[in-house]
């Protein structure tokens, strides 16, 4: 079935630092990506859309300048937080529509805890 | 503005008993899926509901969407530990909105 491998799966990184996080999409192709962002006990906030080759659909609240997303090919989407602070530390996951069976509509990646210190 | 509103939002099951989570959102929706977290990992899908009147059975789990009351509900069947986890419903007119959640804890 499909499959997004979302990468790394967790990153502890310093206050001012960017930090990159890849999702691909194996053994299908993903025109759009969805980012979400998930706060502990809460659940999960859509942050951004990405498309393949056009920009990013920000949902209202979202800094574009924070949270770069670059949809680079079929297969990658990437989400970079730049200047991280500590309130930027959460649960990023990404989801790519398409899938089979239970998993019919979105396959999401594992997930990448981000820890701003 | 899409709503999806869950309840209750922590659930404390005996083990062996039966309990019913509620899912309600705010606009038309043909789709609506369940899913469950365990803690510090990503999603699992459990169900995905494609038409109004749809029922889902997988084990003790079972899923169904009225979608002219703009309901869905999950059953648990005889509870067991291995079900304690977060349950989150979602619903799909253009794009992926979550309820709220339903932390779900079984006791022995």
């Known amino acids: 079935g499909a499959v997004v491998s979302q990468h790394p799966s967790w990153v502890i990184c310093k206050s001012g630092t960017s930090v990159k996080i890849e999702c691909r999409s194996l053994d299908f192709q993903a025109t759009t990506m969805f980012w979400y962002r998930q706060f502990p006990k809460q659940s999960l906030m859509l942050m951004a859309t990405?498309?393949?080759?056009?920009?990013?659909?920000?949902e209202q609240g979202v800094e574009k300048d924070k949270f770069l997303i670059n949809h680079a090919s079929l297969t990658l989407s990437t989400l970079t937080v730049t200047s991280a602070h500590p309130e930027d530390s959460s649960f990023y996951i990404c989801?790519?529509?398409?899938?089979?069976?239970?998993?019919?509509?979105?396959?999401f990646g594992s997930g990448t805890r981000l820890t701003v210190v | 503005e899409l709503k999806v509103e869950q309840n209750p939002l922590f659930l404390s099951m005996q083990e062996g008993k039966n309990y019913t989570i509620y899912c309600n959102y705010s606009t038309t929706s043909d789709r609506l899926y369940w899913y469950r977290q365990d803690p510090g990992k990503s999603l699992e899908s459990l169900f995905v509901?494609?038409?109004?009147?749809a029922v889902k059975q997988e084990g003790r789990l079972m899923a169904s969407l009225d979608t002219k009351a703009r309901l869905s509900t999950l059953h648990i069947t005889a509870a067991v530990h291995d079900l304690s986890a977060t349950y989150f419903c979602a619903v799909d007119p253009r794009k992926l909105t979550f309820g709220t959640g339903t932390r779900l804890q079984v006791t022995l």
């Open positions: 990405s498309n393949e080759g056009s920009k990013a659909t920000y």
């Open positions: 989801s790519a529509p398409g899938g089979q069976g239970r998993s019919y509509g979105y396959t």
């Open positions: 509901l494609l038409s109004n009147g």
